[in-house]
């Protein structure tokens, strides 16, 4: 059975000392945020997330969700004590408002708790993610009573929550929306259509299952104008919050699919279903994109979190599995072989996965904090620069995360031979898992088109201006230390890359949008690889540093000075094809014919 | 359900027009092979996979197969008159001399039908492939006796063959081998130990498995030097070939898998089973090698045959599916959205596939034609320049191919949004089955280091040296030609990145085996994509001078010619990142201490 660990020393030397989490004290919520407080935090989230959740990750993939002829769904065994306790832990309300029944903690660390309950459990964790991401809707876009009704059983984890968009004919374009929402006179509305691919749309783990769907109310405009966003819940409650009657809305049947199978993939049928609008009639967009921004992030960190279980795992096997002898001569002489470590090529694999998770890791943390800042600073040019990077990393993140989780956990499965392709050793999984999340959430070249079509143009470019800035005076503050020139030049003609890319885009997407089409997936994955460098400028700066006023760390620290080196020499000369790809234009991909292909 | 076409117009195409099969006519087993015959045989291929293979490829997956209690094996249902239909064919003794029961074919033909077989039910053609495998070992080193009595009831189809060399302890260092073969004193032996991960090593399809067995006499010196191959009939074979007594040889258990579920993946027992010796004793690597490189073709083939199925139903897809409008404007206004093949980026994810599919096939049937060569010519020089060739060009199509398969089945499943990611829609499997041809019959890493460690060196690097006079050769041939240039120019960057690349080894992996450790992947990959690059300027050259000469082809010969293009400009320029890899060396990857990871 595969294994997990929490990388919690990780994350802490992220936030300590790459990000400088004190640095943001002011901010509600982070006031009592010492490094010993996250540290137990993390601890605690840790060993939730070893000791109840990955116990439970291959028998919940091999005995999946159970749709019973009732139509109720009954979840892996052990899936509901494990969200109890999950629930109890507080890990959902940590971030939620104390008078909506949270903890007012930062959402970095739950950003850091999503990992972990991703890497040990990625179907279970799918259940409060999902129930998280709701609840971010609710608060920002929710009336105050709909807010007080929902949020605290929401917080609590005695309800779960989901998102309702897709339908047989409408997946990204959801202009083609058909779910209708008839007024019932009282001020609610009345739901009927069927949405497909819902993830948790059905199970036993809670009383209560509020669905968040986007309908058409009767007479809205055609397209994504006249579509509203509605809390349909599975029971109804009471305006006290007691539980009042079952409401129109069923599991019609679950899917069967190449992974997740822990977590239920429903297709849910609403027949006149009670609904409540929320926000303004036919700006249901809007108020969906609060969830899946945050769904957004939350699947980029699906991708990091197979990466990471499956590179630990495939490093404990390289470790272990005797197998040839080291090209320079045996490392093992007492034994039979040498383990695989010792081969170049395994060596390649571990540290192509390692040199991502790191710095993965801290562009979530980053994202993260961003967010926090966007919405608790009260320094508006704060808030207004923490927004724009989010926008724009938001897309990155997703796409490129999910990608190369996915890429990563393929190559730890490499590492186990023979055997990654059986599945009691668990690895397939992992790839299984993570194939996902490159498809949910507006499949990743949706992600590629938003950043390039949205994203880069807004407010005149204001975001990637400010991240050429930013990376630029993160160059220059380094430039004279000649121990940070292996990071720093590399990064800086990747920058330069990008540079040039968005430039080339500037001046051939106007006119020719097929341009930014084309370039649109290279851009994404230039961008991230630049993103992916830069913080391996900061981690590196942090890990000289901490070397020199830590000597006992010395070690760890060269481990990460060495990665950052991999990354610059192997995985960051990446940019200048991405760039050689972009600036080939659409031309050739434009012209042929559909019934040429 | 997915469907699938035979691609025999492009196969044709490509052994007609571009590779000039007719060139060969001199010798045996192609002198009636013109383009009419080759034509009519590859259509009835086509039409037996299309028609009795492929329906069975999603049932054979969802109920894979069963071991009984007794250890015997039930393949999934309609396997076996699949299996009958396909030996009636004629499909496995085509290559086959004659005086074996064989029709004495060109092994290309069967490269050909090989593909068909895989894109249709990639599990299944596994049994015909490895009997296939099987045979071409026993005819090359089998006495006449053992050839008489086996090779012609495993040409019929009427019993299988199947490899046996990984252990346990032992996948990819077969020194570590451990299964005894004791001197029976009757000049037989008695084969006893357990082997793991035997693809088709029990099944109901045939009455009869012949095991080719790897294994240690009794005394043997330690290591690969004492490695002996044996025949291991299931069931022992009467002189006159009739069926005799049942062998020691049993399944002991099938294993659970990623994929491939139509094909037995067995853990087999030799317990004390009658074997007979093949070659000489102790030199049972050298004859399990003529299997291993005919294997290795086939699972090359195999990517490029999830790929070929996968594309076919993406594009299929991808003309269908309407959402979203083109980024310049309604495609198909009368409908409520235009076809997603629109969009640019899904066009990308289909050139990107149909670029490697093409050329990949134009290389599989050019290293068929050099194994027909090299086995049929009595012409010594061609024979030598041939085996080179193939020797050079075999671990490269496995990796890379394999590789590209598989991420081309991934980038084929993203086209289908979610419905990719569920299993009646059966992109899925094709992902799940493609993974397994990076590992098995050496692990992409292995195909690697067999490269640069052995094929590079040998004979003072006289078939890299012959690659780079041949590139040169055609490039030069097409230089004055205008029309070629969009191809010629980027390829002739490309093979001086592969020479540099050469350069680099031999000036820096002699002293530093590392290095060439270190190196090996991204120079099988860089090889790879030359070869590629090469395939489709001879493609462009055929196309060019075909539309000139029959009009009514030019809109195909124009798409190939775009994709050719599209090659040139956005996937040839990986060389570059892979040389750029090659020359940064060994020593960030080797200096991390295995405890520092």
């Avoid at 091999?62 to 979840?75: F, M, P």
């Avoid at 006149?272 to 926000?279: K, P």
């Avoid at 649109?520 to 006023?549: C, F, N, P, Q, T």
Wanted: proline share 5%.
């Amino acid at each position: 059975m595969p294994s997990y660990r929490a990388p919690v020393d990780d994350t802490l030397f992220l936030l300590n000392d790459v990000l400088q989490f004190q640095r943001f004290g002011n901010l509600p919520g982070f006031a009592d945020m010492s490094p010993d407080v996250a540290s137990q935090i993390l601890s605690e989230a840790g060993k939730l997330c070893e000791e109840a959740l990955a116990p439970l990750n291959q028998s919940g993939d091999a005995n999946g969700c159970k749709r019973n002829a009732d139509g109720s769904v009954t979840a892996p065994a052990g899936f509901k004590r494990a969200f109890e306790a999950y629930a109890a832990g507080g890990w959902i309300s940590l971030p939620v408002p104390e008078e909506y029944g949270g903890q007012g903690l930062p959402y970095t660390l739950s950003m850091a708790m999503n990992e972990f309950a991703s890497s040990a459990n990625m179907a279970f964790a799918m259940y409060p993610g999902l129930t998280q991401g709701a609840l971010a809707a609710l608060l920002t876009h929710g009336s105050e009573e709909q807010k007080k009704l929902y949020a605290p059983p929401m917080a609590e984890g005695r309800w779960t929550g989901t998102m309702n968009l897709t339908e047989p004919q409408c997946g990204t374009d959801l202009g083609l929306l058909t779910t209708k929402a008839a007024p019932r006179g009282d001020g609610g509305y009345s739901i009927t259509g069927q949405k497909i691919f819902i993830s948790a749309g059905e199970h036993d783990l809670t009383e209560n299952i509020v669905h968040l769907v986007l309908a058409r109310i009767e007479g809205a405009p055609a397209g994504v104008k006249g579509i509203s966003l509605f809390i349909v819940p599975k029971i109804v409650p009471n305006a006290d919050g007691s539980l009042g009657a079952r409401n129109g809305v069923s599991c019609g049947s679950i899917e069967e699919k190449m992974g997740i199978h822990g977590n239920a993939t429903c297709v849910m049928n609403y027949d006149g279903a009670q609904g409540f609008l929320i926000g303004e009639a036919n700006r249901g967009l809007n108020a969906m994109f609060v969830m899946m921004n945050e769904a957004r992030l939350g699947v980029a960190v699906q991708g990091l979190s197979q990466s990471e279980v499956a590179y630990q795992n495939a490093l404990a096997y390289a470790k272990e599995r005797l197998q040839g002898r080291a090209l320079t001569g045996p490392k093992a002489p007492d034994k039979k072989a040498d383990p695989i470590i010792v081969h170049p090529d395994i060596r390649r694999m571990l540290l192509e996965i390692r040199a991502f998770n790191e710095a993965a890791r801290g562009l979530a943390l980053a994202a993260a904090l961003d967010s926090d800042v966007a919405h608790r600073s009260d320094d508006a040019a704060a808030r207004q620069a923490a927004e724009d990077r989010l926008g724009l990393m938001t897309p990155v993140l997703k796409g490129m995360f999910t990608d190369l989780g996915f890429d990563n956990a393929v190559k730890a499965q490499q590492v186990f031979g023979g055997h990654g392709y059986i599945r009691e050793w668990g690895m397939e999984q992992f790839v299984r898992d993570a194939r996902i999340a490159m498809i949910y959430e507006g499949a990743n070249g949706i992600q590629a088109l938003d950043l390039v079509g949205r994203k880069l143009p807004r407010e005149g470019g204001r975001a990637i201006m400010a991240f050429f800035k930013d990376g630029a005076e993160l160059l220059g503050g380094h430039s004279a230390n000649e121990a940070m020139k292996p990071y720093v030049v590399p990064a800086q003609a990747a920058l330069s890359d990008l540079q040039k890319a968005s430039m080339w885009l500037m001046q051939n997407a106007m006119a020719k949008p097929d341009n930014a089409g084309a370039a649109s997936y290279d851009y994404m994955h230039l961008l991230g690889r630049v993103a992916l460098g830069l913080m391996w400028v900061r981690i590196a700066a942090a890990a000289i540093e901490k070397k020199a006023r830590e000597p006992d760390m010395a070690a760890l620290m060269d481990a990460k000075l060495t990665t950052a080196r991999f990354y610059m020499e192997r995985m960051l000369p990446e940019t200048s094809l991405r760039l050689a790809r972009i600036v080939a234009g659409a031309d050739t991909m434009m012209s042929l014919a559909p019934e040429m292909f």
